[in-house]
């Protein structure tokens, strides 16, 4: 029963990282605009964040402390402040992105403008860090992520052609990108898939979470098993997003613009009370991923610096990390309120992650090599190997980002 109630973190980090606001447009987008075309992107985006998040969840075990903040002590205040400045403006407008889409989530359910759901959003978030315990936070939010399910429904309940689909899904490797889209645009989104499947904050939010639950090397098969169900599972739901768009937007050539967009499959597969289980998944995981942002910003910029952090201390005994995490919030309302269209944040905050993630996973690459901190618990062989080849494909996505970016007119 621990073991199984212990899952919910991995729940929580895969639903609220792998599913959250970015990954629920992207994956509606390009389910419309390619088909299936790209869903051998987010298999390797699920390999790649399993990879390291179960690097980042060992070296917290083993070494009793977060990530962040030994990236920070082995390779420098240099090295550590790069990191730290990527992965903090990423976070940040990823939190932006999330908090519009906890507000686009509360439209669909209620009608009212999400303009009137910000303010909402941004206090419930604040009040949940700082009066619920982890445990709850991890508990409640990742299992109702889970209703996110109804989209694998709908899949069934739409009756779908699986080797129209499965041919589909494979097209590159026989025939090349669709001859519909531009290479240019095929890839564009490629790696925007990739950056919301490996978004920099999964990690640091999973290894703090750990702190936070006071892992020890015991945990170890823990963390491996959190890792090895939360991100697939995450990885899966992705996938029948993107197919449902597929099979519902288009060949009615609608492309998506809005959340509501995303959801029209459901509604038509599974009628209201399939979309009603839906945007409750959907307000979860946008909820979970706000939250895990909040923290995550907190404990980069805590951790760094030396800072007392935690979500089990009160704000009294670690009051810049709260102030941070009240600042950030404040900051994504700001953005919000200034009329810029939360669905286009979204967009842009996954590109950008394929940007840091070089930032990102190279020192923890490193860290979990460094026997000072995994004594004789380092990477073996295959894991590095495969480590290297995604830190070749991670490169790959960073240098072209901006590139395709400004060619595609960010997909235009």
Not at 26 to 55: E, H, K
Not at 250 to 262: C, K, N, T, Y
Not at 340 to 362: G, H, K, M, R
Request: proline share 4%; aromatic share 10%; with cysteine.
């Amino acid at each position: 029963m621990k073991k199984l109630l212990g899952l919910a973190l991995g729940i929580l980090t895969a639903i609220g990282g792998f599913v959250d606001i970015g990954d629920l447009v992207t994956g509606a987008v390009v389910g419309s605009r390619f088909g299936t075309s790209l869903v051998w992107v987010v298999i390797v985006g699920v390999v790649g964040i399993c990879l390291f998040a179960q690097m980042s969840g060992r070296v917290t075990a083993l070494s009793g402390r977060a990530t962040f903040e030994i990236i920070r002590e082995r390779l420098g205040p240099r090295a550590g402040l790069a990191n730290l400045g990527a992965s903090f403006l990423i976070n940040l407008l990823t939190l932006t992105a999330e908090v519009g889409g906890i507000a686009l989530a509360l439209q669909l359910a209620s009608g009212i403008s999400p303009m009137l759901w910000i303010p909402v959003a941004a206090v419930a978030v604040w009040i949940v860090i700082w009066r619920v315990k982890f445990s709850v936070l991890e508990n409640v939010t990742g299992l109702l992520g889970l209703a996110l399910v109804g989209f694998a429904v709908a899949v069934f309940l739409l009756s779908p052609n699986w080797a129209a689909l499965a041919t589909q899904a494979t097209s590159l490797f026989t025939s090349g990108p669709p001859t519909s889209e531009s290479a240019a645009t095929y890839w564009y989104y490629a790696i925007a898939l990739f950056g919301a499947a490996m978004t920099p904050y999964e990690v640091f939010f999973f290894s703090s979470g750990a702190v936070e639950e006071k892992w020890t090397p015991k945990d170890i098969s823990q963390s491996r098993l959190n890792v090895l169900v939360g991100f697939p599972l995450g990885g899966l739901l992705s996938i029948a997003i993107a197919v449902c768009a597929t099979m519902v937007l288009l060949p009615r050539d609608i492309e998506v613009g809005h959340l509501s967009q995303a959801v029209l499959p459901v509604a038509e597969a599974g009628g209201p009370i399939l979309l009603i289980v839906v945007i409750l998944g959907i307000f979860a995981a946008t909820f979970g991923a706000a939250l895990e942002t909040t923290l995550s910003a907190g404990y980069a910029v805590a951790q760094f610096r030396g800072w007392s952090w935690g979500k089990s201390r009160r704000p009294a005994e670690a009051a810049r990390f709260h102030v941070l995490m009240m600042i950030c919030l404040l900051v994504g309302v700001g953005v919000l309120f200034t009329g810029v269209d939360p669905v286009q944040v979204t967009e842009f905050s996954v590109v950008f992650s394929a940007i840091a993630l070089p930032l990102t996973y190279l020192p923890i690459l490193i860290v979990a090599n460094d026997p000072q901190y995994m004594g004789d618990k380092v990477n073996g062989r295959v894991t590095n190997a495969l480590g290297l080849v995604f830190l070749g494909i991670i490169l790959v996505a960073a240098v072209a980002a901006i590139p395709l970016m400004i060619i595609t007119k960010a997909g235009a």
